[in-house]
T-cell receptor, first 110, second 112 residues
Framework: QKEVEQNSGPLSVPEGAIASLNCTYS??????FFWYRQYSGKSPELIMFIYSNGDKEDGRFTAQLNKASQYVSLLIRDSQPSDSATYLCAAYTGFQKLVFGTGTRLLVSP | ETGVTQTPRHLVMGMTNKKSLKCEQH?????MYWYKQSAKKPLELMFVYNFKEQTENNSVPSRFSPECPNSSHLFLHLHTLQPEDSALYLC???????????FGAGTRLSVL
């Protein structure tokens, strides 16, 4: 079983819509979770981090965490073509090792 | 402008060459990391340094040799690489272990 799982996509949404990206993790000891955005050929850029159950909002981005279900999500409101990228979910394991999913490719069409 | 700088940005080397990748962070962080990113695979942690001391070697082949002379600099020495080592090599740093990691732009390595 992969430690952090994401649907590889692509997830296609029209401009202005809400994009919903999902991630599950296997280590119940994980306490901190991260979403990175990676444009093609570029390095990962931190978008959000979340440590507590519930929602965390920052501008057009909302991260959601449900530790009981071992589920993390990222919502992007009013999606823009510039949001088209691969979104990486990551979680620290109990050994302080940051484990990444394979990423979900998001395509926002004008 | 990223606080983590990697050089070179691109590197082409033969299987018998020796080269080094350099990473420098200007964030005052104490932990530094090397990752490998290959197509269609998740980022793979290679090495972790905390206060200059190596705390993690994720079963990396000995043809990759890290060096951390101080908390701001990290090197990855490469020798007798294989074509399957071609990938994007990313350096990251964090304030402490378990904290948010910030990535450099990466070195795109091609082994011929």
């Amino acid at each position: 079983q992969k430690e952090v799982e994401q649907n590889s996509g692509p997830l296609s949404v029209p401009e202005g819509a809400i994009a919903s990206l999902n991630c599950t993790y296997s280590d119940r000891g994980s306490q901190s979770f991260f979403w990175y955005r990676q444009y093609s050929g570029k390095s990962p850029e931190l978008i959000m981090f979340i440590y507590s159950n519930g929602d965390k909002e920052d501008g057009r981005f909302t991260a959601q965490l449900n530790k009981a279900s071992q589920y993390v999500s990222l919502l992007i409101r009013d999606s823009q073509p510039s949001d088209s990228a691969t979104y990486l979910c990551a979680a620290y394991t109990g050994f302080q090792k940051l484990v990444f999913g394979t990423g979900t490719r998001l395509l926002v069409s004008p | 402008e990223t606080g983590v700088t990697q050089t070179p940005r691109h590197l082409v080397m033969g299987m018998t060459n020796k080269k080094s990748l350099k990473c420098e962070q200007h964030l005052g962080h104490n932990a530094m990391y090397w990752y490998k990113q290959s197509a269609k695979k998740p980022l793979e942690l290679m090495f972790v340094y905390n206060f200059k001391e190596q705390t993690e070697n994720n079963s990396v082949p000995s043809r990759f040799s890290p060096e951390c002379p101080n908390s701001s600099h990290l090197f990855l020495h490469l020798h007798t690489l294989q074509p399957e080592d071609s990938a994007l090599y990313l350096c990251a740093s964090s304030q402490t272990l378990g904290d948010i990691q910030y990535f450099g732009a990466g070195t795109r390595l091609s082994v011929l």
